[in-house]
Structures are given as structure tokens and as C-alpha cells.
Nanobody
């Protein structure tokens, strides 16, 4: 059983930054970051493969950066220029997608963290 723990959420003003972390009990999985706002479906926003290929959706491209620290078994999501519409519970997920692959849809991911709240408000 792979365990994932998110951290780093909180309250930030518009234009501010947060860094989310996803600590994984086992490496060698593709990692996806997702978010879910109240009343909305879970949305994929970024992912990183086991070979560090990355992908971002248009909603976060240019503002968010995903990275992996294998030494600490952690994947980070650096979020800059945050907007009120970024407010959501953020989840990381792990799945076996092949060395070059990652995805921003939920189906390939087997393991999920418990989520961390991000609130962007003045």
C-alpha cells in the first residue's frame, strides 16, 4: 500500500505563493496533482513522470511548477501568482503509468492523499 501525505496548504492573498508537498512512501510512481473546489468536479492540474517529464493544464501553466525530490521521496507543487479561483482542496495521487508518462485525469491513479486546503482570499 502506497501512502501519500500532502502538506503546505493555507490561506494566502491573491498574487501570493504557496508550495505544496506530497510525501510518498514508495518512489517509482507517476504523480499527479488535482484540486477540487466546492460544488465542482475534481480537476487535474499538473503531473510528473518517473523520468521527470512534466505537464500542466492551461489553468496553471506559467504559474505552477511541479518538481520531484527523490532523496526525500517528495513531489512539490510551487504555486505562484495565486488567484481566488485557485481556492480548492489539493490532492496528490500516485500511479504506475510507464516511465515517460503521467496524466491529469483521475483514472490511472491508484493511490491518493487526504488533501490539503488552499484558500486564496484578501
Amino acid at each position: 500500500q502506497v501512502e501519500l501525505v500532502e502538506s503546505g496548504g493555507g490561506l494566502v492573498q491573491p498574487g501570493g505563493s504557496l508550495r505544496l508537498s506530497c510525501t510518498i512512501s514508495e518512489d517509482l510512481y507517476a504523480i499527479g496533482w488535482f484540486r477540487q473546489a466546492p460544488g465542482k468536479e475534481r480537476e487535474g492540474i499538473s503531473c510528473i513522470s518517473t523520468t521527470d517529464r512534466t505537464f500542466y493544464t492551461d489553468s496553471v501553466k506559467g504559474r505552477f511548477t511541479i518538481s520531484r525530490d527523490y532523496a526525500k521521496s517528495t513531489v512539490h507543487l510551487q504555486m505562484n501568482n495565486l488567484k481566488p479561483e485557485d481556492t480548492a482542496v489539493y490532492y496528490c495521487a500516485a500511479g504506475e503509468l510507464g516511465s515517460q508518462m503521467c496524466a491529469v485525469v483521475t483514472e490511472p491513479y491508484e493511490y491518493w492523499g487526504q488533501g490539503t486546503q488552499v484558500t486564496v482570499s484578501s
